[in-house]
């Protein structure tokens, strides 16, 4: 397992402070592979906090696997072991995009069982609190690399028509109009979440990290819910981009989504 697997937050907030500064320099590319930190007391400086802090954010990094620390060489950049292909999502042609993901790249189900669904999930599927579901929990690879892990609950009657065997080997898309079910929308919202120790080993990252969070509601042609999803993404290999166009006239000018209006929850 990647060492970042088991890695977690330093202790204390000022150090977290530093470990995550360093940590996007180095995810976003503004760290080079093989770049060479400055020293524990010019990063004190210029964090203001002090050697001890800075200390325990490279220890964690280290931990992480982004840096490599060597006595008397100083402590130089591993982006190169973390360097993975981004997944870049436009919201206009989002749709389509996840579903060719689904079958380009690889799932790990992790369980697999029917039950009851949360408050909110029976809620937003319009499902009755005795109505049973199937829950799935699956983590999606690039390239042998984790980067979304996915918990979806599907009506008990809908999921019936695929297999444990089924879902870890086909998009759920694919399954749900294998069975007959007509889609006809979704809704979604995009939000952030930090990552809880199971969804962060899953993901191998650090325990806290930030992650992109997307809640998405399917329904088909009678207006009923066939699917929830709740997914979480690596911000480090997946981003969402959102074409804007400048409208209006005069002092009204402004900028405004090229899909239309997105509402924000």
Same mark, same amino acid.
């Given at each position: 397992?990647?060492?970042?697997?088991?890695?977690?937050?330093?202790?204390?907030?000022?150090?977290?402070? $530093?470990?995550?500064?360093?940590?996007?320099?180095?995810?976003?590319?503004?760290?080079?592979?093989?770049?060479?930190?400055?020293?524990?007391?010019? +990063?004190?400086?210029?964090?203001?906090?002090?050697?001890?802090?800075?200390? &325990?954010?490279?220890?964690?990094?280290?931990?992480?696997?982004?840096?490599?620390?060597?006595?008397?060489?100083?402590?130089?950049? /591993?982006?190169?072991?973390?360097?993975?292909?981004?997944?870049?999502?436009?919201?206009?042609?989002?749709?389509?995009?996840?579903?060719?993901?689904?079958?380009?790249?690889?799932? &790990?189900?992790?369980?697999?069982?029917?039950?009851?669904?949360?408050?909110?999930?029976?809620?937003?599927?319009?499902?009755? *609190?005795?109505? *049973? $579901?199937?829950?799935?929990?699956?983590?999606?690879?690039?390239?042998?690399?984790?980067?979304?892990?996915?918990?979806?609950?599907?009506?008990?009657?809908?999921?019936?028509?695929?297999?444990?065997?089924?879902?870890?080997?086909?998009?759920?898309? *694919?399954? +749900?109009?294998?069975? %007959?079910?007509?889609?006809?929308?979704?809704?979604?919202?995009?939000?952030?979440?930090?990552?809880?120790?199971?969804?962060?080993?899953? +993901?191998?990252?650090?325990?806290?990290?930030?992650?992109?969070?997307?809640?998405?509601?399917?329904?088909?042609?009678? %207006?009923?819910?066939?699917?929830?999803?709740?997914?979480?993404?690596?911000?480090?290999?997946?981003?969402?981009?959102?074409?804007?166009? /400048?409208?209006?006239?005069?002092?009204?000018?402004?900028?405004?989504?090229?899909? %239309?209006?997105?509402? $924000?929850?």
């Amino acid at each position: 397992m990647d060492a970042s697997a088991t890695a977690t937050l330093p202790e204390g907030a000022k150090a977290q402070r $530093v470990y995550l500064s360093l940590r996007d320099q180095i995810t976003e590319g503004r760290l080079g592979d093989g770049e060479t930190l400055p020293g524990e007391q010019k +990063l004190a400086a210029s964090f203001g906090v002090s050697r001890v802090t800075v200390r &325990r954010a490279l220890d964690a990094l280290s931990q992480s696997g982004l840096i490599e620390r060597r006595a008397g060489s100083g402590t130089t950049v /591993r982006r190169a072991a973390q360097d993975y292909r981004r997944a870049a999502m436009d919201f206009n042609t989002l749709m389509p995009q996840l579903v060719e993901m689904g079958q380009s790249t690889t799932a &790990r189900l992790l369980s697999f069982a029917y039950g009851h669904a949360p408050d909110v999930v029976a809620t937003s599927m319009g499902l009755a *609190k005795t109505d *049973k $579901v199937q829950i799935a929990v699956r983590v999606r690879l690039a390239e042998d690399v984790p980067f979304s892990h996915l918990t979806t609950y599907v009506p008990a009657h809908i999921a019936r028509n695929y297999s444990e065997n089924d879902l870890a080997t086909t998009p759920l898309f *694919k399954l +749900l109009e294998r069975g %007959g079910v007509q889609i006809n929308k979704a809704h979604q919202s995009v939000s952030a979440m930090l990552a809880a120790p199971e969804v962060a080993e899953a +993901l191998e990252v650090a325990v806290g990290s930030a992650l992109l969070s997307l809640k998405r509601v399917v329904q088909d042609v009678d %207006g009923n819910g066939v699917e929830y999803l709740s997914a979480l993404y690596r911000p480090d290999m997946f981003r969402l981009e959102m074409p804007l166009t /400048r409208v209006g006239e005069g002092s009204a000018r402004h900028w405004e989504p090229a899909i %239309g209006q997105i509402g $924000v929850t």
